[in-house]
């Protein structure tokens, strides 16, 4: 049974460096095949995908935010972490995490709860 | 990158109703083409995979079908439960794109 869960600071001041944990269950991120991504869903609007960390140790980055994000993973203790720098009220948003599967491409296939996330000052 | 537009934006239908949602892409991505479903203040559900198969646990009144630029998510007979936010996703290629989502609406 795959589960991911979500965790991190609920208010962040603008400027601040935002770190979310996604720590997951069910499933090796050295698998081949296997990818977690973390996505976001601001206030009433669309989902928007952020960023991909594969079994490999590859990692994509939506390029509009790329010199501001980094992931990484941990495989021994099966987390994968998102970091956010320069934190903007516009970043305000839900943040889920989700594993990946690839069959005729990548697609999310289980998702965490997904944690809010308000910037303000 | 590529530009997923979904239509309609909303739709207000009935139980018991078929309902088709439309996506289109802003360039070839072959079937590499996924279907969610969300409700208010929930994750995602993950309903078709590669434009036309079925995920595991979503019914089988609902099906995907499309190559290329455009695809349509059917739901054969809407069951109260079905009243949802669908979101289409392309991955041929990165970044992931997502459409702007339709909103289906009990009448």
């Known amino acids: 049974q795959i589960t991911l869960k979500e965790s991190g600071p609920p208010l962040v001041k603008p400027t601040q460096t935002l770190t979310l944990t996604c720590t997951f269950s069910?499933?090796?991120?050295?698998?081949?095949?296997?990818?977690v991504g973390w996505i976001r869903q601001p206030p009433g609007k669309a989902l928007e995908w952020l960023a991909s960390?594969?079994?490999?140790?590859?990692?994509r980055y939506i390029p509009s935010l790329k010199s501001r994000l980094t992931i990484t993973k941990d495989t021994s203790k099966n987390q994968v972490v998102l970091t956010i720098t320069n934190m903007d009220p516009a970043d305000t948003a839900t943040y889920f995490c989700?594993?990946?599967?690839?069959?005729?491409?990548?697609?999310?296939?289980?998702w965490g709860q997904g944690t809010p996330v308000t910037v303000s000052s | 990158d590529i530009q997923m537009t979904q239509s309609p934006s909303s739709l207000s239908a009935s139980v018991g109703d078929r309902v088709t949602i439309t996506c289109r892409a802003s360039?070839?991505?072959?079937?590499?083409l996924i279907w969610y479903q969300q409700k208010p203040g929930r994750a995602p559900k993950l309903l078709i995979y590669?434009?036309?198969s079925l995920h595991g646990g979503a019914p089988s009144r609902f099906s995907g079908s499309g190559s290329g630029t455009d695809f349509t998510l059917t739901i054969s007979s809407l069951q109260p439960e079905d009243f949802a936010t669908y979101y289409c996703?392309?991955?041929?290629?990165?970044?992931?794109?997502f459409g702007q989502g339709t909103r289906l609406e009990i009448k």
């Open positions: 989700a594993h990946q599967r690839f069959s005729s491409g990548y697609y999310f296939d289980f």
């Open positions: 069910g499933f090796s991120l050295s698998t081949s095949g296997v990818a």
């Open positions: 960390i594969y079994w490999d140790d590859d990692t």
């Open positions: 360039r070839d991505i072959n079937t590499f």
């Open positions: 590669a434009a036309s």
């Open positions: 996703q392309q991955s041929s290629s990165t970044p992931i794109t």
